[in-house]
């Protein structure tokens, strides 16, 4: 059975930062690309940010504008979104994904909902002014 659990939201003053963390369960995990998706409510699910198979490739939303970075360790099947200079506008609900798609145009596949095969729960992140 696949998992992926989500940690590390929570409240913060805007400017401040948050490390977000999914571990993931029952894949072969350097297997799957990973991505952070967000909603916010009353709003769609976006795209926030995706990590290749092998790490070496990571794709940020334009929102983003250099605040984050994301990473993984393939040892401890975990993937991590740090985030930097939180706004209010950040306030949503993050879920990490897992997808299996590979190809040429990587930005496009991955910041693509449907192309993720497993969802976490997600986890709440509060940005106050």
């Known amino acids: 059975q696949v998992q992926l659990v989500e940690s590390g939201g929570g409240l913060v003053q805007a400017g401040g930062s948050l490390r977000l963390s999914c571990a993931a369960s029952g894949l072969t995990f350097s297997n799957y690309a990973m991505g952070w998706f967000r909603q916010a409510p009353g709003k769609e699910r976006e795209f926030v940010a995706a990590?290749?198979?092998?790490?070496?490739?990571?794709y940020f939303a334009v929102f983003v504008k250099a605040r984050f970075t994301m990473f993984r360790d393939n040892t401890k099947n975990t993937v991590y979104l740090q985030m930097n200079s939180l706004n209010p506008e950040d306030t949503a609900v993050y879920s990490c994904?897992?997808?299996?798609?590979?190809?040429?145009?990587?930005?496009?596949?991955?910041?693509?909902?449907?192309?993720?095969?497993?969802w976490g729960q997600g986890t709440q992140v509060t940005v106050s002014s």
């Open positions: 990590i290749n198979r092998g790490g070496d490739s990571v």
């Open positions: 994904a897992a997808s299996l798609r590979t190809g040429v145009f990587e930005y496009r596949i991955l910041s693509t909902e449907t192309n993720y095969d497993y």
